[in-house]
């Protein structure tokens, strides 16, 4: 009997000093590495859509809409008097109006990382502190003043045209009686 609660005694003290040097262990070393800014940290905030308007000779030649998602540091954005969004949306409105060689009928003049960076390097900027790490795009079209026309157009004449009438079958119409 003395021997077995002297093996229990035993097992219960070398099991408390396995745990105790476990923890002392993986306390020194840490438990794993820094996570990368890409993987964790970080939220993704998404943008409702933009649309500026983009004006050429004098007039409006389509509009540009966007829909961005941006990396923020949860502790930064909290940091902020105005609404980060606003920020964004006065930066895509920004750097459209300040680049009219940007033709967006042409996709060859178009540079997406030059728009992304541009964006995220002037809001950091303007903030005096890293807030966007990255920009990201969900959507980007460009609709010109005759492509929404036409679109206008269509949907105004499929609401005017009247549906055809069927007859049931069996059902005819009779002479009207004199």
Not at 153 to 164: C, H
Request: proline content about 6%.
């Amino acid at each position: 009997m003395i021997k077995v609660i002297a093996i229990a005694v035993w097992i219960c003290a070398a099991t408390l000093g396995a745990v105790f040097y476990s923890f002392q262990a993986a306390g020194e070393k840490g438990v794993g590495e820094k996570p990368k800014p890409m993987l964790g940290g970080l939220d993704y905030v998404k943008t409702d859509v933009i649309s500026v308007p983009l004006i050429r000779d004098s007039g409006i030649g389509g509009y540009f809409l966007a829909k961005l998602v941006y990396t923020v540091e949860p502790e930064q954005i909290k940091k902020l008097s105005i609404p980060a969004e606003a920020l964004i949306t006065d930066q895509v409105y920004t750097y459209l109006y300040s680049n009219p060689q940007i033709d967006f009928s042409k996709k060859a003049t178009i540079d997406l990382d030059a728009f992304r960076a541009a964006i995220r390097d002037a809001i950091n900027t303007r903030v005096g502190a890293t807030l966007v790490h990255e920009v990201l795009i969900d959507q980007v079209n460009f609709l010109s003043k005759d492509e929404i026309r036409d679109n206008w157009l269509r949907r105004r004449q499929d609401s005017t045209t009247p549906a055809p009438e069927t007859a049931k079958p069996g059902e005819t119409e009779a002479p009207p009686a004199h």
